[in-house]
């Protein structure tokens, strides 16, 4: 198996793209810490999947939840080897509409809930040789209208990837970035709500589909997660069947 033998974090981890890593990444041996607010998903999730996972509830958006969620994956799992910053929430709103709480909610649970945990993963990383997975959006390559505050921190996460590629390179972790499309829960519900514009936006994606959380993001997230992408790093990895192709 691919991941046998690493452990594993993964932040969103109860629902969406993040469920998706964990059943991904578990299939393929590895233990993972699954972090989200949604208890009853993550202990639905953790009863799943078994052994393999734990669920750990608790609101990243806190400065000292990273150091807390580093100690509990190596007291669960004795180390660490995989970073998945996946959780960020946002509202949308044009530009001239966009408020302070609005640019908080973004940065705080997107941006620097990803700083700070790689910055408390470090050590950890550091000593396995470890990777950080990071996600970007379409939203921010595309300048996507209404999604100003998570535009904006989808590419400072993109940036601040960049910068760690190149600083911990001499320590052997790589660093690099999903940006994905996928049928999440809340696209299904999108899909079911506007189906003329789903469709219309389905028209962009030359596979003409949404991936599949586990199937299409997950197996990209553990192959930048295994061996295999040990030559990689500081990329923007385009999981969106095709609807930005980047230069």
């Given at each position: ?5 690493k ?25 993972v ?6 208890d009853?998903a ?23 939840a ?6 509990a ?13 996946n ?29 700070h ?11 396995h ?68 514009m ?8 030359p ?13 990209v ?7 295999d ?19």
């Amino acid at each position: 198996m691919r991941l046998d033998g690493k452990v594993a974090i993964v932040t969103g981890g109860a629902g969406g793209i993040g469920r998706g890593i964990v059943q991904a990444f578990t299939k393929e041996g590895a233990r993972v810490l699954a972090v989200d607010v949604n208890d009853e998903a993550g202990q639905a999730l953790a009863s799943e999947l078994g052994e393999s996972v734990r669920f750990l509830r608790t609101d990243i958006s806190r400065p000292e939840a990273a150091q807390e969620i580093v100690d509990a994956a190596v007291a669960a799992f004795g180390g660490l080897h995989v970073l998945v910053n996946n959780a960020h929430a946002s509202r949308q709103a044009p530009l001239l509409e966009h408020t302070q709480e609005m640019f908080d909610l973004s940065f705080g649970t997107g941006f620097y809930p990803t700083v700070h945990l790689m910055q408390a993963a470090h050590p950890q990383l550091k000593e396995h040789g470890g990777t950080v997975i990071n996600f970007a959006s379409g939203a921010g390559l595309n300048g996507q209208p209404t999604q100003t505050s998570y535009a904006a921190a989808k590419e400072a996460i993109r940036a601040v990837s960049r910068v760690a590629a190149h600083e911990w390179a001499r320590d052997g972790i790589t660093v690099n970035i999903i940006s994905p499309l996928a049928a999440t829960e809340g696209v299904r519900k999108w899909q079911e709500e506007h189906p003329a514009m789903a469709e219309a936006v389905l028209s962009g994606v030359p596979l003409h589909r949404f991936g599949d959380p586990e199937q299409d993001i997950g197996r990209v997230a553990v192959f930048l997660a295994s061996d295999d992408a040990r030559y990689m790093t500081g990329q923007t990895l385009m999981v969106d069947g095709g609807s930005i192709m980047l230069r």
